[in-house]
Every structure is written in structure tokens, then in C-alpha cells.
């Protein structure tokens, strides 16, 4: 019998360039079929078989509660009978703000957009617009979006598909990007001392999770914040991922160092389009309409979005909320590699917060060179055994995992005991 997924796959690549409308949603690293969804509720989703798995992407993050929790949709119905978008500002825009500069150290004030991509442009053109400079320091494996200045040496499906630089990007924009090592502070050092004046920002995954899951050493950030201070240039977090996630007050809590500027998504908007950027007050007063740096959107701080945005970060507020999380993660993360030890295959795991990542290779990798030295064709397998089994992991090598608070134990032993199966069949 041919599966609906089959048929529903053929069907869209008539229609939409490899079926998908975002790339590692098309399987091409794994291979095989992608998964068309029908439902969500709380750690499980659907597909068009019928077929539950356990989900372990969460929509790439923001499904931090578990999805279609009860509260988040009464929200989004409520917001959406009075009215889907006015193009005029609203009550629940102003909350939003002052939830994300209490919660986030360094955020004063705070700009909201519809996505990642369009928060880290914006920043991108703030920090250039607000130091007159043009140079733009970023990490190979991280990836802050699909702007232009940005897909240079970028993670996630990039890597994936094996372009380090996407086509259209114009080699003269690309050459104001500066591409380092991800946790190597002396290369920053060297560069700074050569060309400090020339740069506007350095822009950062603090907790790398585009490719795979890699965690900054505390030294590689506080050099970072130094030279950046030293030298006039801003450093901006890109806290997509990790912001929410990796604990309340993201990276920049737990690492205890302080951006410019902040880069959000996912996590608050709970699974609408909502993404921010923020931080100084005589930074962002930059902006239009205070100054001169141009940046729009018709439908940013939409009020069914910042609903169901507003909600979720209510809800990651309450007691014990991360700790569970984290301890719930960890668990994952450990239960895997024992399985995995008992079978004889070479893999660990990590896990910061609500992410996780996993690595066919005998220690956790701290550099993109590590990630990529991983034994991707055992990851693939992996995949699909676990796929099979009705777990869904990130259909790529170099994504990192998402964990909500409606994976308890039942369904992390239900991983585990499914993880030891497939482990046994991979050695
Ligand atoms: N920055 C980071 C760190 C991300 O992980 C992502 C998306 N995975 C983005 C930016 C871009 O966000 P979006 O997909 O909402 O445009």
C-alpha cells in the first residue's frame, strides 16, 4: 500500500520547489520521505498515515509547552474573533515588550517582527547603522537567518546541503562578512587587533544549535564582550534557539555576559510568527521612526501571534517550569548514551536546558570541525530506525533536539527503550 506521505510528497514537488517551504523539512540529508502532519497535542504528532511520533523537533523550537496546549489556543481563539491584524498598535504589543526587557538583562527596549531571519537583519543593519561601520563578524556553523550578510559560512541547512554560501549572495556583500572559528578567542583576538575599527558587531549563537548542538566556552564569550567593548563594535546574542531555552533568561543568564543587542524567535511566539531584537536604549533609538535605520512590517506584533506569544512566556514563567524541563532533557540526553553504551556504538549526547544534541563520535564536539568529523551515515540510520520506531528527531546530522514540558517520563522511557533497539541494530 503506497502512504499518504508518499502520495502527498509527490503531489507538492509539482507545486513547490522539493515539496517543502523550508529546506531540511525535505529529508535530503536522511533520506526518504518527508512526514506530512496532520495534528499536534502535547509531545506527539501525526502524519498524513495516521501514524503518532514523538516529537523532538517542537516546530524547530518554539513548542516549548507541548503542542496545541489548552491555554496558548483559548488565547489564539479569543485574539482571533477580534480581529486577525490592524496594522495599528495594540495592548498586547506593549506587554510582550515588557515581558522580554524583564526577563532578559540586557534587553531595554525591544522591536517585534514576524521571523528569526527579519529580527537578525534588522540588527544587523541597526548595529551598521548605529557605528557607521561595515564589517560584520560571525562563526562558522551558526546560522542567524537567510539575509544576505548572514549566509555566509552559515549552519543548519546549509550544511545539510553542503553549500557553505548560498547562491544570489553577491561576492561584495559577502566580503563584509568575517567568518572565525566558533570557540577559538584567539583568532577574534588577531582580527580585532588588525581590523578593530573597521567592524560594527560580532554576532553569535551563544549555545550553538544549527549545528547540532554546540556549547560556547565561557572564555570565547567574555573575549568576545571585551574586544567588543575595546574596539566600539556591538555584540549582538542571536538567542532564536537558545533564548527561553536553554533557561528564562537565555545564554546571556547562564553565561553571565551581557550583549548590545539580542536576536529572538521561536520560544515567543509559541508557534505563531513572532521574533524580536532589542537591547541598549541608545542603540535602538536608532531605529525608525526615532532614527535614521529603516525597518517595517505589516504584520509585526500581530495580536493572534503576540497572543499566542504572550501566553507561552506566562506559562515558562511559572515555578519549577525549567528546572523540570532541564531535568527531563538531561535525562533524555543520558538515557540515550547509556543505551547506546550498552550496544557498543560509539555516540554521547549533551543537553543545555530544553536542547539537546546528539553525536556519533566519543566525545561531545566543542568546534564546527568536531560536529562535522561525526559519523553522519550512522546518524541517517539512526534516524530512520528511531522514525520507524514513531520517534521523530531533526532529519539532519546538525540540528540540534528540543525537549517540551509535556515529555514526561513515560515518553522519554518510551525514546530510550526504542534508542536501545535501533543502537543494537547499528553496531
Ligand atoms: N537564528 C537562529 C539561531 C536560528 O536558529 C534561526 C532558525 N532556526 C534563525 C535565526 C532564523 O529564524 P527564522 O527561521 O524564524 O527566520
Not at 284 to 295: E, H, N, S, T
Given at each position: 500500500?503506497?502512504s499518504?506521505?508518499?502520495?502527498?510528497?509527490?503531489r507538492?514537488?509539482?507545486s513547490?520547489?522539493?515539496?517543502?517551504?523550508s529546506?531540511v523539512r525535505?529529508?535530503?540529508?536522511?533520506?526518504?520521505?518527508?512526514?506530512?502532519?496532520?495534528?499536534?497535542?502535547g509531545?506527539h504528532f501525526w502524519?498524513?498515515?495516521?501514524?503518532?511520533?514523538?516529537?523532538?523537533?517542537?516546530?524547530?523550537?518554539?513548542?516549548?509547552?507541548?503542542?496545541?496546549?489548552?491555554?496558548?489556543?483559548?488565547?489564539?481563539?479569543?485574539?482571533?474573533?477580534?480581529?486577525?491584524?490592524?496594522?495599528a498598535?495594540?495592548?498586547?504589543?506593549?506587554?510582550?515588550?515588557?515581558?522580554?526587557?524583564?526577563?532578559?538583562?540586557?534587553?531595554?527596549?525591544?522591536?517585534?517582527?514576524?521571523?528569526?531571519?527579519e529580527a537578525?537583519?534588522s540588527?544587523?543593519?541597526l548595529?551598521?547603522?548605529?557605528?557607521?561601520?561595515?564589517?560584520?563578524?560571525?562563526?562558522?556553523?551558526?546560522?542567524?537567518?537567510?539575509a544576505?550578510?548572514?549566509?555566509?559560512?552559515?549552519?543548519?541547512?546549509?550544511?545539510?546541503f553542503?553549500?557553505?554560501?548560498?547562491?544570489?549572495?553577491?561576492e561584495?556583500?559577502?566580503k563584509?562578512?568575517?567568518?572565525?572559528?566558533?570557540?577559538?578567542p584567539?583568532?577574534?583576538?588577531?582580527?580585532?587587533?588588525?581590523?578593530?575599527?573597521?567592524?560594527?558587531?560580532?554576532?553569535?549563537?551563544?549555545?550553538?544549535?544549527?549545528?547540532?548542538?554546540?556549547?560556547?566556552?565561557?572564555?570565547?564569550?567574555?573575549?568576545?564582550?571585551?574586544?567588543?567593548?575595546?574596539h566600539g563594535?556591538?555584540?549582538?546574542?542571536?538567542?532564536v534557539?537558545?533564548?527561553?531555552?536553554?533557561?528564562?533568561?537565555?545564554?546571556?543568564?547562564?553565561?553571565?555576559?551581557t550583549?548590545d543587542?539580542?536576536?529572538?524567535?521561536?520560544?515567543?511566539?509559541g508557534?505563531?510568527?513572532?521574533?524580536?531584537?532589542g537591547?541598549?536604549?541608545?542603540?535602538?533609538?536608532?531605529?525608525?521612526?526615532?532614527?535614521?535605520?529603516?525597518?517595517?512590517?505589516t504584520?509585526?506584533?500581530?495580536?493572534?501571534?503576540v497572543?499566542?506569544?504572550?501566553?507561552t512566556?506566562?506559562?515558562?514563567?511559572?515555578?519549577?517550569?525549567?528546572?523540570?524541563?532541564t531535568?527531563?532533557t538531561?535525562?533524555l540526553?543520558?538515557?540515550?548514551?547509556?543505551?547506546?553504551?550498552?550496544a557498543?556504538?560509539?555516540?554521547?549526547?549533551?543537553a543545555?536546558?530544553?536542547?539537546?544534541g546528539?553525536y556519533?563520535a566519543?566525545?561531545?564536539?566543542?568546534?564546527?570541525?568536531?560536529?562535522?568529523?561525526?559519523?553522519?551515515?550512522?546518524?541517517?540510520?539512526?534516524?530512520?530506525?528511531m522514525?520507524?520506531a514513531?520517534?521523530?528527531?531533526?532529519?539532519?546530522?546538525?540540528?540540534?533536539g528540543f525537549?517540551?514540558?509535556?515529555?514526561?517520563?513515560?515518553?522519554?522511557?518510551?525514546?530510550?527503550?526504542a534508542a536501545?533497539?535501533?543502537?543494537?541494530?547499528?553496531?
Open positions: 500500500m503506497t499518504k506521505n508518499d502520495i502527498l510528497f509527490e507538492a514537488q509539482a513547490t520547489p522539493g515539496g517543502v517551504n529546506p525535505a529529508f535530503r540529508s536522511v533520506g526518504g520521505t518527508p512526514r506530512f502532519i496532520t495534528r499536534a497535542e509531545p502524519d498524513a498515515d495516521g501514524k503518532r511520533y514523538i516529537d523532538y523537533i517542537g516546530s524547530w523550537g518554539p513548542a516549548i509547552v507541548g503542542h496545541a496546549h489548552p491555554e496558548v489556543i483559548h488565547a489564539v481563539q479569543d485574539a482571533a474573533a477580534r480581529g486577525l491584524s490592524f496594522g498598535p495594540t495592548e498586547g504589543e506593549i506587554e510582550m515588550a515588557e515581558e522580554i526587557c524583564r526577563i532578559l538583562p540586557s534587553v531595554e527596549q525591544v522591536r517585534l517582527v514576524s521571523s528569526g531571519t537578525a537583519m540588527a544587523l543593519r548595529a551598521r547603522g548605529a557605528t557607521g561601520r561595515t564589517k560584520i563578524v560571525k562563526f562558522e556553523g551558526c546560522y542567524h537567518g537567510h544576505d550578510s548572514l549566509l555566509v559560512k552559515a549552519g543548519s541547512g546549509l550544511l545539510t553542503g553549500n557553505p554560501t548560498s547562491a544570489g549572495v553577491p561584495d556583500f559577502a563584509h562578512t568575517l567568518v572565525l572559528d566558533y570557540n577559538d584567539q583568532q577574534l583576538e588577531d582580527l580585532f587587533a588588525r581590523m578593530g575599527g573597521d567592524i560594527a558587531c560580532v554576532v553569535v549563537e551563544p549555545v550553538a544549535g544549527n549545528m547540532n548542538l554546540v556549547r560556547a566556552t565561557p572564555e570565547f564569550l567574555q573575549a568576545m564582550r571585551r574586544l567588543c567593548t575595546q563594535a556591538l555584540l549582538i546574542f542571536d538567542e534557539m537558545c533564548g527561553f531555552r536553554v533557561g528564562l533568561g537565555g545564554a546571556q543568564t547562564m553565561y553571565g555576559v550583549p543587542l539580542t536576536v529572538l524567535g521561536k520560544v515567543i511566539g508557534g505563531l510568527p513572532v521574533a524580536a531584537f537591547g541598549r536604549k541608545d542603540v535602538m533609538k536608532f531605529l525608525a521612526p526615532l532614527g535614521p535605520v529603516y525597518q517595517a512590517g504584520l509585526s506584533g500581530n495580536p493572534v501571534a497572543a499566542a506569544g504572550l501566553t512566556m506566562k506559562i515558562i514563567q511559572r515555578p519549577g517550569f525549567y528546572e523540570t524541563l531535568a527531563q538531561a535525562k540526553a543520558q538515557g540515550l548514551a547509556n543505551a547506546a553504551k550498552d557498543g556504538v560509539r555516540f554521547c549526547a549533551d543545555v536546558g530544553g536542547m539537546f546528539v556519533f566519543d566525545r561531545v564536539p566543542g568546534s564546527f570541525a568536531e560536529v562535522m568529523a561525526c559519523d553522519k551515515e550512522k546518524f541517517n540510520a539512526f534516524f530512520h530506525g522514525l520507524e514513531g520517534v521523530y528527531l531533526a532529519p539532519s546530522a546538525f540540528e540540534a525537549v517540551s514540558a509535556a515529555h514526561d517520563d513515560a515518553v522519554i522511557e518510551e525514546t530510550v527503550a536501545r533497539s535501533v543502537f543494537g541494530k547499528l553496531r
